[in-house]
Nanobody
Framework: QVQLVESGGGSVQGGGSLRLSCAAT??????????LAWFRQAPGKEREGVAS???????RYLESVKGRFTISEDISKNTLYLQMNSLQPEDTAIYYC??????????????????WGQGTQVTVSS
C-alpha cells in the first residue's frame, strides 16, 4: 500500500498563495496509481474533490478553483503538488491527497481512492 504525506499548509490572508506537496513512498507504476487527486474538507462539510491528474497529465478541477489552482506532479520525486493562488476564505479546509488504481473518470468521488494522506490545514483569513 502506498503511503502519502502532505506538507505545505498554513495560514494566509485572502489573495495569497500556498503550494501543497504530497510525497508518495513509491512510483505510480509500483503501486498501480492511475488517478492522483487533492480533496478538501471544511468543518461541517463533506469532503470534496479539488483537482486530479492522470498518468497522461490530463487534469480536472472543481469549478470554483479553476484558474486559481494548479495540480502537477514531479515523477522523478514521486511528488504531487497543488499550487493555490488568489486564495479566498472559502478555501479554508483540511486538504488531502489521494491515489486510486482506476483512472480519473469519476475523480471527484472520494470512495474510488484507496490511499489517503493525513491532511494538511489551510486557513485563509479575510
Amino acid at each position: 500500500q502506498v503511503q502519502l504525506v502532505e506538507s505545505g499548509g498554513g495560514s494566509v490572508q485572502g489573495g495569497g498563495s500556498l503550494r501543497l506537496s504530497c510525497a508518495a513512498t513509491g512510483a505510480r507504476s509500483s503501486y498501480s496509481m492511475n488517478c492522483l487527486a487533492w480533496f478538501r474538507q471544511a468543518p461541517g462539510k463533506e469532503r470534496e474533490g479539488v483537482a486530479s491528474i492522470d498518468p497522461n497529465g490530463d487534469t480536472r478541477y472543481l469549478e470554483s478553483v479553476k484558474g486559481r489552482f494548479t495540480i502537477s506532479e514531479d515523477i522523478s520525486k514521486n511528488t504531487l503538488y497543488l499550487q493555490m493562488n488568489s486564495l479566498q476564505p472559502e478555501d479554508t479546509a483540511i486538504y488531502y491527497c489521494a491515489a486510486a488504481s482506476v483512472w480519473c473518470g469519476n475523480w471527484y468521488l472520494a470512495w474510488v481512492y484507496k490511499a489517503w494522506g493525513q491532511g494538511t490545514q489551510v486557513t485563509v483569513s479575510s
